[in-house]
């Protein structure tokens, strides 16, 4: 068994055929599929049903790709840790970031990134946050920014700060007009919230609950911009992090603060206890943490950051 046919199982396996497989990994598809033959050969069992649509892995393929990915996962950390010699960052780095954090936090980090470690190839992806977790424990992202989560098998998720959330609402609304609102002034409201795959939208129930609220769902979304377009129009209020409110520039909704029991979220960090942390790994999440506490001692002396 060597490495290139478990790069070939597993290219195979991604892209559902021999073709786009070979496209993939710019070789001959006879050779790889030669290759595979192979290594079908020396396991005894075929890894593969051939459809005439595509191939499908048999159980044995399942149970083999899993450890194909574990092997290559070990060898790139190793020849990562030969080329990081010194503190000097280099490769690639994949990062995950959930939606309600992506559009605001990230070209902060993403900027400041690209100028202490411009050798780096950056990948980013945005999905929600057992997607993001998933991933992460498959090798396949080496860093999440996510909200609350717990350590999820070999996952393990940090805090590294939090952030209130505030009320959006109409700037012509009767709520939308005050400096502060109660929890009381919810009852009745037509909310608008994001799907339940989100994870601010069991923030935001959770919240809910212990003050005796009970939501009026008037619609769900898939983005917190699409929410925000709909409490423009008069058709409902929201609640939205406070980096929303820091980047949100209409003028026909504000964001609320809440008068007790202000709601907040965790903004958290997460990454494989299983992988090596390359330089360019632990230098993407020092730049978020550094992120995260210098909007947050802007927020302590009153300051909105830019």
């Known amino acids: ?30 050779s790889l599929s030669q290759q595979i033959k192979k290594l079908e050969r020396e396991i005894g069992q075929p890894l593969f049903d051939r459809l005439p649509r595509g191939v499908v892995l048999t ?49 902060r980090v993403v900027q400041a990134f690209r100028r202490c470690c411009p050798e780096v190839q950056l990948s980013l992806t945005e999905d929600v946050t057992h997607r993001l977790l998933e991933s992460v424990g498959r090798g396949e992202l080496d860093v999440a920014v996510i909200s609350s989560a717990a350590d999820v098998g070999t996952v393990h998720v940090e805090r590294i700060g939090s952030e209130p959330l505030y009320l959006l609402a109409p700037a012509a609304h009767p709520l939308g007009r005050r400096k502060t609102v109660r929890w009381a002034d919810l009852n009745g409201e037509p909310f608008l919230v994001l799907h339940d795959m989100h994870c601010l939208t069991g923030q935001v129930l959770q919240s809910c609950q212990p003050q005796g609220v009970k939501l009026s769902v008037a619609a769900r979304g898939a983005q917190l911009a699409t929410l925000a377009a709909m409490v423009s129009s008069g058709l409902g209020v929201a609640i939205v992090p406070e980096m929303f409110r820091v980047a949100d520039r209409a003028s026909d909704r504000v964001c609320v603060p809440f008068r007790e029991a202000a709601p907040w979220r965790d903004l958290c960090l997460a990454w494989s206890v299983l992988r090596y942390r390359t330089n360019a790994a632990r230098a993407f999440g020092e730049l978020v943490r550094a992120t995260v506490a210098t909007t947050r001692r802007g927020r302590r002396a009153g300051i909105c950051p830019a």
């Open 1 to 30: 068994m060597e490495v290139h046919q478990l790069e070939y199982l597993v290219a195979v396996a991604e892209e559902g055929g021999f073709t786009r497989a070979a496209e993939r990994l710019l070789v001959a598809q006879p």
């Open 59 to 107: 159980e044995a393929g399942h149970v083999l790709l899993d450890h194909a990915r574990r092997v290559l996962r070990v060898l790139s950390d190793a020849r990562q840790r030969v080329r990081e010699t010194g503190d000097r960052a280099t490769g690639a780095l994949t990062v995950g970031a959930i939606p309600t954090i992506a559009p605001f936090l990230l070209p």
